[in-house]
Each structure stands twice: as C-alpha cells, then as structure tokens.
C-alpha cells in the first residue's frame, strides 16, 4: 500500500493509493484521510503539497491508464489535468478537514 503525508496550509492529510483502482484517470485513484497520530505511524516521509505534483504523475504512471485509447499527446494532457485536479483535491480536502 503507498501511503503519503502530504503537509498543506490548512491541515495533514494521508494520501493512499487505492489498489483496486485499474485507471489513474478515475476518480477513485486517491483515498483521503485526516492525518493522526495513529494513521500516520509508519510513515517517515512528509511531503508539501506543491512537492506532491510530482508523486502525483509518478503514480498516474504506475498505476497506468487501461483502457484509454487517444493520441499519446491528448493522454499526456488528460494525465497532467488529472494531477492538477487531485492536488486541488487534497487541498480542499485539507480546508474542509482543518483545525
């Protein structure tokens, strides 16, 4: 299981790639957590959420995009959409969840 402390302005948040997901374009890549003290034990690294972009199409990559047949261009533009939007994600994850 990948696991990610993701540090933002607003709170912690733990960031786990869902195994189950076959599609990293899906909306189901990315599971979302307050970070704890509990949920975060085994986790050594914490990264800023700006630094995250980066993980972000590291994982699209990993996790691959089955079943998307368009132009390599069109799908590197869909990848990069994806990893904006989940970053916006977590961000807004982080406010609603902040203390």
């Known amino acids: 299981m990948r ?3 993701v540090k933002t302005d607003h709170a912690d948040v733990l960031v786990t790639v869902n195994e189950a997901c076959k ?3 899906e909306e189901d890549l990315l599971l979302l957590e307050v970070a704890t003290s ?13 630094a995250f972009s980066a993980k972000m199409l ?4 990993i996790v691959g995009t089955q079943g998307m047949s ?25 406010k609603e969840h902040g203390q």
């Not at 509990?38 to 700006?50: A, G, H, Q, S, W």
């Not at 590291?58 to 990559?61: G, Y």
């Not at 132009?71 to 994850?93: N, W, Y």
């Open 3 to 5: 696991q990610y402390l």
């Open 23 to 25: 599609n990293a374009l």
């Open 38 to 50: 509990e949920n975060t034990k085994d986790i050594t690294t914490e990264v800023p959420l700006r």
């Open 58 to 61: 590291d994982i699209i990559e």
């Open 70 to 94: 368009m132009s390599e261009k069109m799908l590197e533009m869909m990848k990069q959409e994806k990893a904006t939007s989940d970053l916006k994600k977590i961000e807004r994850f982080a």
